[in-house]
């Protein structure tokens, strides 16, 4: 069982036994030395949002709850909790740049087993993914959010529609944080339905938010989020 890695095209060597011709795993995304740099997130963090609590000051955390999402509880908070897979370092920062914006959509593949394992713990209704506007849509081919819960092989519900604005990446905490809302819902059935919002990158939390407030104005009974990245 050979393959190539999908981020840097090192040759990876899969071992061959009795045990993969009687229990077959998925092909392996990315050579050993890539993987290495893929940081999950474990141990101590936020009951919210995922952010890890290890290296954080005691001040920035009450009741295992970091600051920013007591904020937000303290403004009506919507989602109730999104967990992240793993650190937004060097390497994820670089690995989703050529995913999302080179359209690189094979390397989507790399977090499937991990989305696999995550969404299993984890009880929904309706998987729905974060939309790309139209124009974002048009420039980059396909919206990450969704092709990753697709190729981790699961249904999704795209119930969203998302207003175009400058890009996420582009504007700063506070324009973020400012920002009126960015979404329509385009379809009724979310009403007393359990949503799962999958993403790629959880930053401040408010693109999640503002999706989590249109679908619980439409009746949405609670709303989780799942992200890549932290």
């Not at 190729?151 to 506070?174: M, N, P």
């Not at 819902?185 to 990158?201: A, F, M, N, P, T």
Request: proline share 2%.
């Amino acid at each position: 069982m050979n393959s190539h890695c999908l981020y840097c095209d090192s040759f990876i060597q899969g071992q061959v036994s009795w045990m993969t011709f009687l229990f077959p795993t998925d092909e392996p995304t990315l050579c050993s030395t890539c993987l290495r740099q893929l940081h999950v997130i474990e141990g101590k963090r936020c009951d919210i949002c995922s952010r890890s609590l290890e290296n954080l000051k005691t001040e920035y955390i009450e009741d295992n709850t970091c600051l920013d999402c007591i904020r937000w509880s303290k403004q009506g908070e919507v989602l109730e909790k999104n967990i992240s897979l793993y650190h937004y370092n060097d390497f994820m920062k670089e690995l989703m740049a050529k995913f999302k914006f080179r359209g690189d959509y094979e390397l989507g593949k790399v977090f499937v087993p991990a989305i696999r394992k995550a969404l299993k713990k984890m009880e929904y209704d309706m998987l729905v993914p974060i939309p790309l506007s139209r124009t974002r849509l048009k420039e980059r081919g396909f919206n990450q959010a969704a092709a990753i819960g697709q190729l981790a092989g699961f249904e999704i519900y795209d119930v969203l529609e998302r207003h175009h604005s400058e890009k996420q990446s582009k504007k700063t905490r506070r324009e973020r944080l400012q920002q009126s809302s960015i979404f329509t819902l385009i379809r009724g059935e979310v009403s007393g339905k359990q949503i799962l919002l999958i993403d790629d990158i959880y930053t401040t939390g408010t693109t999640l938010r503002h999706a989590a407030k249109t679908l619980k104005d439409a009746g949405a009974k609670n709303i989780q989020a799942i992200t890549i990245a932290r």
